[in-house]
């Protein structure tokens, strides 16, 4: 058998071996894991947010602490100031949450612009802060007619961009009219059950992963890169 060379290039001080000690929980747990929860339509009957709603129950009878985004006076990102209210408001309950969940129309084969437009005002990076980095995510979509997951894929792509850790699970409610009663409460179905699973295994990996996260996200690149301007800052000491 071929002997694998030593690693090239690699700094040893910054090169962290994981073990199951260092992945110990650690902060205050006792609070019920808080979930936040955005939906991308802006309709007087809008099937996103009875779906959202919906979803937020089963997550309250499962002990989560939930809270809804209502997006109807957010302007466009980049429109106004980060100062405006709706803007700190975002990015505080993104802050506040361990977990969310997200669900959009489907328009154009596409999520919706309501939907892009709140996950566009939340950034990477807020300081020394990263309002999304680590949270776990899940995703639904409602269609107006055949199902599709054109959606959730598409929300898929966005969570991994913003750094986020997506469950498997999704829910794709197809002629989401017919689902909903007057009142804007899920009939029983299968597509109700697979709402109840997707919320479940977002509560469950939201309990795995809280008091963990910094530790998961922690990242050798830069961990070394902190280390070469710290050595740049003591040779220009000298």
């Known amino acids: 058998m071929d002997k694998i060379p030593n690693l090239p290039n690699i700094s040893v001080a910054q090169f962290d071996i994981p073990d199951m000690k260092k992945l110990s929980q650690v902060g205050d747990l006792n609070h019920p894991p808080r979930i936040l929860m955005l939906y991308g339509s802006l309709r007087e009957r809008s099937f996103s947010r009875f779906l959202t709603f919906e979803a937020a129950r089963i997550l309250e009878q499962f002990g989560a602490e939930v809270k809804i985004f209502d997006p109807s006076e957010l302007p466009m990102a980049g429109s106004v100031s980060e100062d405006h209210p709706k803007v700190v408001e975002l990015r505080e ?8 969940a997200w669900c959009s129309p489907e328009r154009h084969g596409a999520i919706t612009a309501v939907m892009k437009n709140q996950i566009d005002w939340i950034p990477l990076e807020q300081g020394a802060l990263r309002p999304s980095q680590g949270r776990t995510l899940a995703v639904m ?21 913003m750094r986020m850790f997506t469950i498997p699970n999704q829910s794709s409610v197809p002629m989401a009219y017919k689902e909903f009663d007057e009142e804007g409460r899920m009939r029983p179905s299968g597509y109700y059950e697979r ?4 919320m479940e295994e977002l509560f469950k990996m939201t309990l795995l992963l809280r008091g963990r996260t910094d530790y998961l996200t922690d990242r050798y690149s ?17």
């Open 93 to 100: 309950l993104s802050l506040w949450s361990e977990g969310q």
């Open 141 to 161: 979509q409602v269609c107006g007619g055949s199902q599709s997951f054109n959606v959730v894929n598409t929300l898929r792509l966005l969570g991994r961009w």
């Open 195 to 198: 709402v109840v699973d997707v």
């Open 222 to 238: 830069e961990r070394n890169a902190l280390a070469m301007k710290a050595i740049d800052r003591q040779i220009q000491k000298i």
